[in-house]
């Protein structure tokens, strides 16, 4: 039987049935009452048709996908077929290249295969009928409070510190290592503690007796510092040595950190220690006085309590933001992406077992299944964290705005966030065109030292090692608990690596599968760890572990940009569309250069040498010995000095620097964000969507050794073809904007304390394809 329900009755039949379930009634008083439900409902339906959504508001927000798959069902079942897919089109003749080959699809000059393909098949996009299957499965003992039920598996997720089967084994996560004579705190670690350890997150407290108990005592506070030897060196933090004074003496003029009262601090009455801040999520203040939002993948969706990174969602949801309704949720509270739903009651004399039910929903492919993993990889991850900017984009002020991160790697979070509430998202993933595996690894490698149960004692200390261990674990889970790998072997599983060396060191059982990355280095020329930072480098790692693959397959595989902060007055003033005459800068690079340079990275080997031998030819500061770069021009910056305006000096360029710094930078981003065009010099590494976007016409690429021609080829340019690549810089910067997760934050915003702040009134003017809207586009492209 199959219905359109208002969601009211709906929610009023899921709870009748879960009630009579709890009484043990027969099945058949279950179908009488069923059906008693149902006929009411078809009444119900004329007299109280469905209210638009108030996110109606934010349909800005909406991707809308080019085409159906090649493999798209319009039936459903899993079957995957549909023979009238292919267009018969001369796409070459309809949709001709232009001088650069590119054909413009929607805005972007992509590579003339794939333009031909989107726009030819633009016209046969079709919507298919998926059923959904809303969970039912309990969990042991409700997870004891200490987690949340996963009613797809009937499996616990567990909070931070808790374990088994229902989440009933409390474990002992210490902050210090073993202690020993000369090191009475252990060896150093992040988490490393003086005073009350909380076991349960590895993380530093100020504990009973003290004024204010819970107040972090986060890393150098609780510890002694030594002054500078010389003049401009920093200070050092002498691990051995607890600075007990510091942190619990009562003294009038200078009480310990425990201690001390905010408002005469604030009033300068007293002294503290500077060491001391709040570093740890879901505190705000000087002293962490002020409880503020903490940061949660898409803030639990409305369904659940942000608990310093994981949710804790309200009954009947669960998923790592809580947007998955069970059948004990209200309906008139489903997601967007499970309406309007057609719910198809299962036959209680048939099933004999009344655990899901299927609700059919109009969509269009491609499809994505979303692993609900085990919080280990990503929500744990996120709940203990040591330093509250981490691998996130944003956290929140003292009055619960948002506050966007520079974290480069925030694009992870972004990406998941936007999957997560996206109209692609679907629960059957017998239907799923693809399966993305929710690992935060931006976390794993920023939180590697945070605490010793993280175990990179056992990886050498290689945060890479560490890092395939994690990746590893939810190739064997998934093998162990799901049917879906062995449908393509992997072939249609997604990961993302955020960082500096993208998947080099993926884990050889999941090459087969599509990797989402920020290094897309073919090791055609570059065919080992380019990294000058030694615990990222992935060459030690043995080869049964990680195989012997490359880094990144154009065949597959795709290069996303960084995340980019939200920059209010970049885009109020337009920078990425000033035009050429305003641009009289030829070229601009501003990074660090090097050991020739005061604070430069001293290694031979960071940026594979390319930064460093541009400022030896170009150098517009002097370096350490007051030499410029040997063909240094007034129209050429390249400096290591940042400016206060380094926006707007991008945005007065013609030509903008792209090179490696550890792997990827940001600099890719920045050029395109301003309108100016980049000039990646990086031999056999892809930028975000080279593989698939045509760069001839809208970047310049010079190998490595044509450095001391880079001026002279830049010259070499006339007008024509530098106002076609500032045009086509001007028709694709939006695809380097993560504004779908933008968005969504600003549709939390409204919803929660119905503002709309200067950020995103400026985004919700933007409507170009973005970060998402590639990405789905091209995941399209590979179905």
Known sequence: MGLFLTKAVMSDLLKIMVSIQKCKCSWS???ITVSFVVLVSIVHLFFFPLAPSFLDYFSARQVQSSCSPINGSTEGGGNHVDENLQPSLNLEHRFPADLHKAVVYRGAPWKAEIGRWFSGCDSITTTVSIVERIGGKGCKNDCSGQGICNRELGQCRCFHGFDGEGCSERLQLDCNYPASPEQPYGPWVVSICPAYCDTTRAMCFCGQGTKYPNRPVAEACGFQVKLPLEPGAPALTDWAKADLDNIFTTNGSKPGWCNVDPQEAYASKVRFKEECDCKYDCLSGQFCEVPVLCTCLNQCSGHGHCRGGFCECHNGWYGTDC???????????????????KVDIPDAHLTGNLVNINAVVEKKRPLIYVYDLPPEFNSQLLEGRHFKFECINRIYNDQNATLWTDQLYGSQVALYESILASPYRTLNGE?????YVPVLDACIITRADDAPHLSMREHMGLRSSLTLEFYKKAYDLIIEQYPYWNRSSGRDHIWFFSWDEGACYAPKEIWNSMMLVHWGNTNSKHNHSTTAYWADNWDHIPSHRRGNHPCFDPDKDLVL???????????????????????EILFYFNGNLGQAYANGRPEATYSMGIRQKLAEEFGSSPDKD???????????????????????DLASSVFCGVFPGDGWSGRMEDSILQGCIPVVIQD????????????????????????????????????????FKLANVQMIWQRFLYRDSILLEAERQKTVFSRVDDWAEEFLRLSEDDVFGTFIQVRFLTS
């Not at 947007?323 to 739903?341: H, T, Y």
């Open 29 to 31: 008083l279950i179908a």
């Open 684 to 723: 056999g590494i892809f930028l975000p969507y080279e593989n698939v976007l045509n760069y001839e016409s809208f970047a310049v690429r010079i190998r490595e050794d044509e450095i001391p021609n880079l001026m002279k080829i830049l010259r070499g340019f006339n007008e024509t073809e530098i106002e």
């Open 323 to 341: 947007s998955i309704p069970s059948v004990l949720s209200s309906v008139r509270e489903w997601p967007q992406w499970l309406r309007p739903a």
């Open 561 to 583: 940009p960084a995340w980019k902060r939200p920059d209010v007055n970049s885009l109020r003033s337009k920078l990425w569309s000033r035009p050429r005459k305003k641009r």
């Open 626 to 648: 007051g030499k410029l770069g040997r063909q240094h021009a007034k129209d050429v910056i390249v400096t290591p000095l940042r400016s206060g305006g380094y926006y707007e």
């Open 431 to 435: 239907e799923a065109d693809y399966f």
